[in-house]
């Protein structure tokens, strides 16, 4: 995934163009009524480079067409 790389490198978030069905999707959705929710359960700190990658670049995209994210994180070892 390109995107991840741009993040990897330290590029700062930016445009997502892999994305942009989905957060269109939700923003249609939201606007008929529908709930969006993403959990993502029992995330071990310190955050695997994916898992920061999504916080930092996807999920400002799809929380701003509407959807609902929650992280449960643990620390490493639980």
């Known amino acids: 995934m390109v995107e991840l790389a741009r993040f990897q490198e330290g590029e700062a978030g ?12 939700v923003r249609r959705g939201v606007r008929a009524g529908k709930r969006f929710h993403r ?9 695997s480079d994916y898992v920061r ?3 930092a670049w996807a999920y400002r995209h799809t929380v701003a067409a509407g959807e609902d994210v ?4 643990v620390p490493e070892g639980q």
């Open 70 to 73: 929650c992280i449960i994180a």
């Open 14 to 25: 930016g445009n997502f163009p892999s994305i942009t069905r989905w957060v269109e999707r």
């Open 53 to 55: 990658f999504e916080c």
């Open 39 to 47: 959990v993502h359960m029992m995330v071990t700190e310190p955050l």
